[in-house]
C-alpha cells in the first residue's frame, strides 16, 4: 500500500509507524550513556576488542586510525557481554563448521569519505572442533586472540582450532553495503568541516545515508526494485559547554552528565522497498542536528548498521494477512459511509449558501428600515418637546389671564357699585363724570388687549393643533399605502422591517391623536364663552361712549347715569362669564400641558428603544455577514471532505493486500539472509553488522 495509513494499521510495520511519529523503534535503547546496545545482536564482541585494538595498534601511526582504538574498544564494549569459550573441550572433532559472527568498522573523514574497513570474525566452535574451516575475502588476516594457524586456498581457510573459538581480522576494499554522508552549515551557509573549527554561531549536522544493495526481485510477476532493510543508528556526543538549544530531526536527545546525546534512527530505502510513497519523508532517511554552539569543535561519531533488525517485524503469515484484508473491507464499508454523509453534506451546505443572499439582503433591509424609523422617531421627540414648551408657555398665559379676569370682575363689581352710586347722586356723580370718563377709557383699553390676548392664545393652541394633526395625517397616508401595497393590514407581518415600521407609526398617530383630541377641546373657547367675550368688548365700549357722551352733555347726565347703571350690571354678568370661561380655559391648558409631557416621555422612550433597535440589527447585519463567510466555508470544507472521502474510498477498494505482504516477505528475507560482508563459508548461522566511525572534527 501506498500511504503510511495502512502502516499504522498493520501491526507488523509497528516499527516505522514509530519512528514517524518520532516515538521510538524496536523497543531498544541508543544511550551510550547508561552503557546499553546499539541495538547490535552479537554478544561476542567483547571478545573482539581485544584483536581490534590490536589490529588498531599496529597502524595507529596512519592518519586514518587516529582515535580507532578508543572507537573499536568504545563499539566493541557497547555491543555485547557475553564471551565464547576461553577453555579446550575434551571431547574433539576432527573437523567441523563454526557459527561466524562478523563485524565490519568503517573508517571515515568527518565528511563520512571512507578511508578504510576492518573487519574482526568470531568463529564460534560449537562442535569442540580440531579443525575449523571458514571462507573469506579479506586480505591481511591475523589471529588477534591465540596462536592457531591457519591455510589458505583462495578464499578457503583451515584453522587449526585444537576446540577453541577463533578471533580474527582483516582488510578489504570492497564496497560497504551503508555509507554516511556528514555536511556541515554556520548560520545557513555550508561550511567545510577544518573551517567550522573554533566557530560560533547556529550549527546544522546533517547525516545522509545510503543503501547500496539495490536487487532487482519478482513480486507477483513484476520486477521492482528492493533494498536490505537496514536500521541506522547514529550517536553524537556534545559537550553542553559547547552545545545549547539542541534540536534534532529523525531522533532524540538526552542529557548525561556534562554532554548531551543526540541519537539519529533512519531506514534507508525501506519505504522504497515496501512501495510505499515517502515523498514527505515520514519513514526517515536522514538524522539533522541544529544547536547554537561556541567554539565549535566535535568528537567522533558513530553510526551502527543492521540489516536484519526490521526482519522479524515484516515478516507474516496468511492469517494475519486475512485479518487485515477484513480489516480493510470494514474501512472501507465506513469510507463509503462517511462518502455518502459527506454528498449529503455537501448538497445541504451549496442549498444553505444559496440562500444565504437573501437572508442577506431581507437584514440589510431590516437594518436600513429600523434606521429610518429611529430617525423619524427621533424627529417626533424632539416636536414632543418642542409641543410641550409651546403648551407650557399657553398655560403660563391663561394662568395670568384667569388671574386678570379675577381682578376684572372685582373692578367691574367696583364699577357696578360706583355707577349705582352715581345714579343715586346725580349731581355728585356729575361733578365727577369727566374724571371716571377717563379713568374707563383705560379699563375699556384693558379690556379690548385681554379679549384680542384671549383670541390670540386660542389662535396659537389652534394652529399647534393643526400641525399636529397635519403629521397624524402623514402617518395615516404612510400606513394607508403599507396596507395597500400589501393588500391587507395583516400581510404587512411577512416582511419584519415593514410591519415593525407599521406599528410604530401606529403607535405614534395613537398617541398624537389623543393629545390632538384634548387640545382641540381645551383651547377653542365655546359659543357661550366667545358671546360673552365678544359682549364684555362690547360692553365696554357703550360704557365708554355713555361715559363720554356724560361728559359731553350735562342734559341727559340723569340718563347716561341710568344707562351705566345697566351697563354696569351687564359687564358685571359679563366678566363673570368671562371669568368662568378663562378658568375653564386655564384647566384646560393643564391637561393639554400634562398630555404634552406624557406625549414627551412616550416619545424619548420610544427613541431610546428605535435606537436599541437600530444597534441590534445593525449587530445583526454584521453577524449576518459572517454567518455568510462561515457558511462559504462550511460549503468549501465540506466539498474537500466529499472529494477526499472519494480518494480515499478508491484508494482503498484498489489495495492489493497480498501485493503489500509479498513486498514485506521478499524484504524481510533479504534482511536475514544477508548474513555475511567478507563471505562464510557456512550460509546458516552467520551475523554481521557494520560501525562507521566518523572522524571529529578537534584541534591537533
Given at each position: 500500500?501506498?500511504?503510511?495509513?495502512?502502516?499504522?494499521?498493520?501491526?507488523?510495520t509497528?516499527?516505522?509507524?514509530?519512528?514517524?511519529?518520532?516515538?521510538?523503534?524496536?523497543?531498544?535503547?541508543?544511550?551510550?550513556?547508561?552503557g546499553?546496545?546499539?541495538?547490535?545482536?552479537?554478544n561476542?564482541?567483547?571478545?573482539?576488542?581485544?584483536?581490534?585494538?590490536?589490529?588498531?595498534?599496529?597502524?595507529?601511526d596512519?592518519?586514518?586510525?587516529?582515535?580507532?582504538?578508543?572507537?573499536?574498544?568504545?563499539?566493541?564494549?557497547?555491543?555485547?557481554?557475553?564471551?565464547?569459550?576461553?577453555?579446550?573441550?575434551?571431547?574433539k572433532?576432527?573437523?567441523?563448521?563454526?557459527e561466524?559472527?562478523?563485524?565490519?568498522?568503517i573508517?571515515?573523514n568527518?565528511?563520512?569519505?571512507k578511508?578504510?574497513?576492518?573487519?574482526?570474525?568470531?568463529?564460534?566452535?560449537?562442535?569442540?572442533?580440531?579443525?575449523?574451516?571458514?571462507?573469506?575475502?579479506?586480505?591481511?588476516?591475523?589471529n588477534?586472540?591465540?596462536?592457531?594457524?591457519f591455510?589458505q586456498?583462495?578464499?578457503?581457510?583451515?584453522?587449526q582450532?585444537?576446540?577453541?573459538?577463533?578471533?580474527?581480522?582483516g582488510?578489504?576494499?570492497?564496497?560497504?553495503?551503508v555509507?554516511?554522508?556528514?555536511?556541515?552549515?554556520?548560520?545557513?551557509?555550508?561550511?567545510e568541516?577544518?573551517?567550522?573549527?573554533?566557530k560560533?554561531?547556529?550549527?546544522?549536522?546533517?547525516?545522509?545515508?545510503?543503501?547500496?544493495?539495490?536487487?532487482?526481485?519478482?513480486i507477483?510477476?513484476?520486477?521492482e526494485?528492493?533494498?536490505?532493510?537496514?536500521?541506522?543508528?547514529?550517536?553524537?556526543?556534545?559537550?553542553n559547554?559547547?552545545?545549547?538549544?539542541?534540536?534534532?530531526?529523525?531522533?532524540?536527545?538526552?542529557?548525561?552528565?556534562?554532554?548531551?546525546v543526540?541519537?539519529?534512527?533512519t531506514?534507508?530505502?525501506?519505504?522504497?522497498?515496501l512501495?510505499?510513497?515517502?515523498?514527505?519523508?515520514?519513514?526517515?532517511?536522514?538524522?539533522?542536528?541544529n544547536?547554537?554552539?561556541?567554539?565549535f569543535?566535535?568528537?567522533?561519531t558513530l553510526?551502527?548498521?543492521l540489516?536484519?533488525?526490521?526482519?522479524d517485524?515484516?515478516?507474516?503469515?496468511?492469517?494475519?494477512?486475512?485479518?487485515?484484508?477484513?480489516n480493510?473491507?470494514?474501512?472501507?464499508?465506513?469510507?463509503?459511509?462517511?462518502?455518502?454523509g459527506?454528498?449529503?453534506?455537501?448538497?445541504?451546505?451549496?442549498?444553505?449558501?444559496?440562500?444565504?443572499?437573501?437572508?442577506?439582503?431581507?437584514?440589510?433591509?431590516?437594518?436600513?428600515?429600523?434606521?429610518?424609523?429611529?430617525?423619524?422617531?427621533?424627529?417626533?421627540?424632539?416636536?414632543?418637546?418642542?409641543?410641550?414648551?409651546?403648551?407650557s408657555?399657553?398655560?403660563?398665559g391663561?394662568?395670568?389671564l384667569?388671574?386678570?379676569?379675577?381682578?376684572?370682575?372685582?373692578?367691574?363689581?367696583?364699577?357696578?357699585?360706583?355707577?349705582?352710586?352715581?345714579?343715586?347722586?346725580g349731581?355728585?356723580?356729575?361733578?365727577?363724570?369727566?374724571?371716571?370718563?377717563?379713568?374707563?377709557?383705560?379699563?375699556?383699553?384693558?379690556i379690548?388687549?385681554?379679549?384680542?390676548?384671549?383670541?390670540?392664545?386660542?389662535?396659537?393652541?389652534?394652529?399647534?393643533?393643526?400641525?399636529?394633526n397635519?403629521?397624524?395625517?402623514?402617518?395615516?397616508?404612510?400606513?394607508?399605502?403599507?396596507?395597500?401595497a400589501?393588500g391587507?393590514?395583516?400581510?404587512?407581518?411577512?416582511?419584519?422591517?415593514?410591519?415593525?415600521?407599521?406599528?410604530?407609526?401606529?403607535g405614534?398617530?395613537?398617541?398624537?391623536?389623543s393629545?390632538?383630541?384634548?387640545l382641540?377641546?381645551?383651547?377653542?373657547?365655546?359659543s357661550?364663552?366667545?358671546?360673552?367675550?365678544?359682549?364684555?368688548?362690547?360692553?365696554?365700549?357703550?360704557?365708554?361712549?355713555?361715559?363720554?357722551?356724560?361728559?359731553?352733555s350735562?342734559?341727559?347726565?340723569?340718563?347716561g347715569?341710568?344707562?351705566?347703571?345697566?351697563?354696569?350690571?351687564?359687564?358685571s354678568?359679563?366678566s363673570?362669564?368671562?371669568?368662568?370661561?378663562?378658568?375653564?380655559?386655564?384647566?384646560g391648558?393643564?391637561?393639554?400641558?400634562?398630555?404634552?409631557?406624557?406625549?414627551?416621555?412616550?416619545?424619548?422612550?420610544?427613541?431610546?428603544?428605535?435606537k436599541?433597535?437600530?444597534?441590534?440589527?445593525?449587530?445583526?447585519?454584521?453577524?449576518?455577514?459572517?454567518?455568510i463567510?462561515?457558511?462559504?466555508?462550511?460549503?468549501?470544507?465540506?466539498?474537500?471532505?466529499?472529494?477526499?472521502?472519494?480518494?480515499?474510498?478508491?484508494?482503498?477498494?484498489?489495495?492489493?493486500?497480498?501485493?503489500?505482504?509479498?513486498h514485506?516477505?521478499?524484504?524481510?528475507?533479504?534482511?536475514k539472509?544477508?548474513?555475511?560482508?567478507?563471505?562464510?563459508?557456512?550460509?546458516?548461522?552467520?551475523?554481521v553488522?557494520?560501525?562507521?566511525?566518523?572522524d571529529?572534527?578537534?584541534?591537533?
Open positions: 500500500m501506498k500511504s503510511k495509513f495502512l502502516l499504522k494499521t498493520v501491526g507488523i509497528t516499527a516505522v509507524a514509530m519512528a514517524i511519529g518520532g516515538i521510538g523503534v524496536y523497543n531498544y535503547s541508543l544511550d551510550a550513556a547508561t546499553t546496545t546499539l541495538g547490535v545482536k552479537s561476542s564482541v567483547s571478545e573482539n576488542t581485544a584483536y581490534s585494538v590490536k589490529s588498531v595498534k599496529d597502524n595507529e596512519k592518519p586514518e586510525h587516529k582515535n580507532a582504538e578508543s572507537t573499536v574498544k568504545y563499539v566493541a564494549d557497547n555491543t555485547g557481554s557475553s564471551t565464547g569459550k576461553d577453555t579446550e573441550s575434551t571431547a572433532t576432527a573437523s567441523g563448521k563454526a561466524k559472527e562478523e563485524t565490519v568498522y573508517f571515515t568527518a565528511k563520512g569519505e578511508q578504510n574497513i576492518i573487519v574482526s570474525n568470531h568463529l564460534k566452535n560449537t562442535e569442540n572442533a580440531a579443525t575449523l574451516e571458514d571462507k573469506t575475502t579479506l586480505s591481511n588476516i591475523e588477534v586472540k591465540g596462536n592457531e594457524t591455510k586456498d583462495g578464499e578457503k581457510l583451515d584453522w582450532s585444537n576446540g577453541q573459538d577463533i578471533y580474527y581480522q582488510d578489504t576494499d570492497k564496497t560497504p553495503p555509507n554516511v554522508k556528514v555536511s556541515y552549515k554556520l548560520d545557513g551557509k555550508d561550511i568541516p577544518d573551517e567550522l573549527l573554533g560560533s554561531g547556529k550549527v546544522t549536522i546533517r547525516y545522509d545515508y545510503e543503501n547500496n544493495t539495490k536487487t532487482i526481485k519478482k507477483n510477476g513484476k520486477d526494485e528492493v533494498y536490505v532493510p537496514f536500521t541506522l543508528a547514529t550517536l553524537v556526543t556534545l559537550p559547554d559547547k552545545f545549547s538549544n539542541i534540536k534534532v530531526t529523525n531522533g532524540k536527545v538526552t542529557s548525561e552528565g556534562n554532554n548531551s543526540a541519537v539519529g534512527l531506514f534507508p530505502k525501506l519505504a522504497e522497498s512501495g510505499l510513497d515517502n515523498k514527505d519523508e515520514k519513514v526517515p532517511e536522514y538524522f539533522e542536528i544547536a547554537d554552539v561556541k567554539d569543535s566535535l568528537n567522533m553510526t551502527a548498521a540489516p536484519d533488525m526490521l526482519s517485524l515484516l515478516d507474516t503469515d496468511e492469517s494475519m494477512e486475512n485479518k487485515l484484508q477484513d480493510i473491507n470494514k474501512l472501507i464499508d465506513g469510507v463509503d459511509e462517511l462518502k455518502n459527506s454528498a449529503k453534506l455537501k448538497d445541504g451546505s451549496a442549498k444553505l449558501k444559496d440562500k444565504s443572499s437573501d437572508l442577506a439582503d431581507g437584514v440589510k433591509s431590516l437594518d436600513s428600515g429600523a434606521k429610518k424609523l429611529s430617525d423619524n422617531i427621533t424627529k417626533l421627540s424632539k416636536g414632543a418637546s418642542t409641543l410641550k414648551t409651546g403648551i408657555s399657553l398655560k403660563a391663561t394662568d395670568k384667569s388671574a386678570g379676569a379675577g381682578k376684572l370682575e372685582t373692578g367691574i363689581g367696583s364699577l357696578k357699585d360706583g355707577a349705582d352710586k352715581l345714579s343715586a347722586g349731581d355728585k356723580l356729575a361733578s365727577s363724570l369727566n374724571t371716571v370718563s377717563a379713568e374707563y377709557s383705560k379699563i375699556n383699553a384693558g379690548i388687549t385681554l379679549v384680542d390676548k384671549v383670541s390670540s392664545l386660542s389662535g396659537g393652541a389652534s394652529k399647534q393643533g393643526a400641525e399636529l397635519a403629521k397624524i395625517n402623514g402617518y395615516k397616508e404612510k400606513m394607508a399605502a403599507l396596507v395597500k400589501y391587507s393590514e395583516e400581510k404587512i407581518a411577512s416582511n419584519p422591517a415593514d410591519w415593525a415600521a407599521y406599528n410604530q407609526m401606529k405614534a398617530v395613537g398617541a398624537m391623536e393629545v390632538a383630541t384634548t382641540s377641546a381645551q383651547t377653542s373657547p365655546d357661550d364663552t366667545a358671546k360673552s367675550l365678544a359682549a364684555l368688548k362690547e360692553g365696554s365700549a357703550k360704557i365708554d361712549t355713555a361715559l363720554k357722551t356724560l361728559a359731553a350735562s342734559k341727559t347726565f340723569s340718563g347715569l341710568n344707562q351705566l347703571s345697566a351697563g354696569a350690571s351687564a359687564l354678568s359679563g363673570k362669564e368671562l371669568k368662568s370661561g378663562i378658568s375653564s380655559l386655564s384647566t391648558a393643564g391637561k393639554l400641558y400634562t398630555g404634552a409631557s406624557a406625549l414627551e416621555s412616550g416619545a424619548i422612550k420610544l427613541d431610546a428603544g428605535a436599541e433597535l437600530h444597534k441590534g440589527t445593525t449587530k445583526l447585519n454584521n453577524a449576518t455577514a459572517k454567518l463567510d462561515g457558511i462559504a466555508s462550511l460549503d468549501k470544507g465540506a466539498g474537500k471532505l466529499k472529494d477526499g472521502t472519494e480518494t480515499l474510498s478508491s484508494k482503498l477498494s484498489d489495495t492489493d493486500i497480498a501485493s503489500i505482504f509479498d514485506f516477505d521478499v524484504v524481510a528475507k533479504m534482511g539472509d544477508y548474513n555475511t560482508f567478507s563471505g562464510a563459508d557456512n550460509g546458516e548461522d552467520n551475523s553488522k557494520f560501525v562507521i566511525k566518523v571529529g572534527i578537534e584541534g591537533k
